[in-house]
């Protein structure tokens, strides 16, 4: 916990590449690992990074085996809980993009604008201020990695079309974007989840994004 009362509290709501799933040890990233608390280390203690990661999180999919996972339906409960929030990464659509569940990229982004509505208007019930948005386009899904056709069959296509789309809704929704398939590769041992230098890498793109919007948007 940040014990600074002027600290600026940041919601990073995502999947197992939130949460920190090792591909390798198929157990969690230890803390200094995980991008959100490279971050942290790098924002230092006036902003305080708040963990919502959760393996299988879809958008606003019901999981027919395990229905806590839609991302939608937890959003505001998640919101309200660590009231007030300044600014919410919004890190999902991986899962998404699972047979199952044979959605587009088009679709997938639509969702993603939902999220972000949810986000601006719940926090503007809630707290009485609009939370600042950056929402993540996620990696590449590779599927020359063996099992990865078992469950994201057709996925690889459809992960090389996202950012355009949710780039568009990012930009209708006036929130801020990064597009991480452009900058880090999915594991080499499954093809879908970050290795350690791909959390590395986001930390500090996200440092610098985070600093851009302070300096042309101040949160307080």
């Not at 949460?19 to 305080?48: A, F, M």
């Not at 939902?114 to 939370?131: A, G, R, Y």
């Not at 090389?160 to 398939?181: N, P, S, T, Y």
Request: charged share 30%; net charge negative.
């Amino acid at each position: 916990m940040n014990t600074n009362p002027k600290a600026i509290k940041i919601l990073c709501y995502g999947d197992s590449n939130t949460w920190g799933y090792d591909p390798v040890s198929e157990k969690r990233y230890p803390v200094g690992v995980r991008w959100t608390s490279i971050l942290q280390d790098k924002l230092g203690q006036e902003y305080w990074i708040i963990e919502e990661g959760l393996n299988g999180r879809t958008t606003n999919i019901d999981d027919p085996t395990k229905n806590w996972r839609n991302g939608f339906t937890f959003l505001r409960t998640c919101l309200e809980s660590h009231n007030p929030i300044d600014l919410v990464i919004l890190f999902l659509g991986t899962n998404d993009m699972k047979n199952q569940f044979e959605r587009q990229p088009e679709d997938l982004a639509d969702a993603l604008g939902l999220l972000i509505e949810e986000i601006k208007t719940s926090s503007k019930d809630i707290f009485e201020e609009v939370s600042k948005v950056i929402v993540i386009s996620p990696p590449l899904i590779d599927e020359s990695i063996d099992g990865v056709l078992k469950t994201f069959n057709g996925a690889e296509k459809k992960s090389k079309k996202l950012g355009k789309f949710v780039r568009q809704v990012a930009d209708e929704h006036h929130v801020g974007f990064l597009d991480i398939a452009t900058i880090v590769q999915p594991s080499d041992k499954d093809g879908i989840h970050l290795d350690q230098k791909g959390h590395k890498v986001i930390a500090e793109t996200l440092q610098i994004k985070i600093a851009e919007m302070c300096k042309n948007s101040r949160f307080d």
